[in-house]
């Protein structure tokens, strides 16, 4: 009996150790462990441990979330240098998570931000509603509407675009030739990836 015992024991193992090997995406998965211990805690009374293994749920799905949506930022410009995706949590800020990157080719400057479930989208939306401001105009961006403002004389503008009442996307440029540059930028969003990533 403790032979076979042992032996189911070692069966049991291998099998869990080839589930690991086979899908290590879910073994590194801690989300599930931190609300378990969250919910522990919060049984306890402990609230301060219950807000930490909360907070650690958080950062680890906003890391994953922010990855996944780096994917869906503009390609850098031909010729054009990319700086590393940056995720920011916007919860100093009034909540929501902010994926952005910048590229650069000599002193030309591009900014790149994708903006979730933060006031600022309702802000920017409200923007694109009035696009009667100076040097501000309406363009189409993926069958979008967007606003593009351009200042010619200090070579900087933005694009800015709502796709969903959860989404803001914006590029920033300085140093620029023309607008040009902002609109065919703004061509490389993948709207298509971040409607399906982000259910309205």
């Known amino acids: 009996m403790r032979e076979t015992s042992s032996i189911m024991r070692r069966a049991a193992l291998l099998l869990g150790l080839a589930a690991l090997w086979v899908c290590p995406a879910l073994a590194a998965d801690t989300v599930p462990v931190r609300l378990d211990a969250a919910r522990a805690a919060h049984a306890k009374g402990d609230l301060a441990r219950a807000a930490i293994e909360l907070e650690a749920a958080v950062a680890e799905l906003q890391s994953r979330l922010g990855k996944m949506l780096g994917d869906f930022l503009p390609p ?30 000599d002193d030309n400057t591009l900014n790149v ?4 479930d933060s006031p600022a989208v309702a802000a920017a939306a409200a ?65 298509a990836g971040i409607k399906k990533a982000l259910p309205q």
């Open 113 to 116: 931000s994708l903006i979730i």
């Open 76 to 105: 850098p410009p031909t010729g054009w240098q990319a700086e590393p995706v940056e995720i920011q949590s916007l919860s100093g800020s009034g909540g929501g998570l902010a994926v952005t990157r910048a590229y650069a080719r």
């Open 127 to 191: 923007q694109l509603a009035n696009s009667a401001q100076p040097n501000t105009r309406k363009v189409k961006v993926g069958g979008e509407d967007a606003v593009l403002r351009w200042d010619s004389q200090g070579r900087n503008g933005e694009v800015l675009l709502v796709p969903g009442p959860r989404i803001l996307l914006q590029i920033e440029g300085d140093n620029l030739g023309s607008a040009d540059v902002l609109s065919e930028a703004a061509k490389g969003w993948n709207l």
